[in-house]
């Protein structure tokens, strides 16, 4: 008996353009966080500036100690800016990227399954869409439909937020990204032994946002 259960079938995934989005925020939250995070190297200049600034005001007479006054504003625009005023121009600049983003249209009639040895992920075989980069080549058919595996060693980052567990892979020299909705355990997906596999292979959490395949899904809000 296997330690994590697997699935007999795939499972529809039935992804909405409202999870899409809400998948993309959700990183997009995450990763902004450590954006806008100070380093503690910064933190250890701007304690040296602000006491360099203190001492003089203190200690240096007869002389203007506007340099020193100045120099503690700029410390206070330096974090303001680095904090609040970097978190506005780069929401901003997703929110831009995201409005042009859209759903692609084979992940609508996708189905995914988890096996030892990695994703399955299934579609329509008769007229169906082009599959999302990086399916490995040849496509298996059978009963309708068109399967391939994302094996667990072509995975190369995930992360998992809330609501989604989301990870890149790459496969022949082709990338993509694959959203998976925590939701689907109640139908009977095992989030569980997903999340223990990407953690055995692929091991700590983290996306790369100026991969190519992350900008598919992800955009980098740096980038213009």
Known sequence: MALYPYTLQPVDLNLTENEFRQAQQQIFDSNNQQLTKISPKAWAIVG?????????????????????????VGVVVFLLARTLGLKWYVKKEFEKQMASQTMPDEVKKMKIGIQQHGLVMSL?????????????????????????????????????????????????????????????????????????????????????????????????????
Do not use: C
């Not at 600034?53 to 020193?68: D, E, K, M, P």
């Not at 068109?146 to 072509?154: F, G, L, N, R, V």
């Not at 990338?175 to 939701?183: A, E, F, L, M, Y």
């Open 48 to 72: 040296v500036v602000v006491a360099i600034a203190i001492l003089g005001i203190i200690f240096i007479h007869n002389y203007s100690t506007i340099i020193f006054w100045l120099m503690l």
């Open 124 to 224: 329509p075989a008769p007229n169906a869409p082009k599959p999302p980069k990086g399916f490995n080549q040849p496509l298996i058919r059978s009963a309708g439909q068109q399967q391939a595996i994302i094996k667990w060693d072509s995975v190369t980052n995930w992360q998992e937020t809330p609501d989604y567990i989301i990870m890149m892979f790459e496969v022949q020299g082709q990338q993509g990204t694959q959203i998976v909705p925590k939701r689907l355990e109640k139908q009977k997906f095992p989030i569980e032994t997903l999340r223990h596999h990407l953690q055995e292979t692929v091991g700590v959490q983290g996306f790369n946002l100026n991969n190519k395949a992350t900008d598919q899904y992800f955009p980098d809000p740096n980038v213009k």
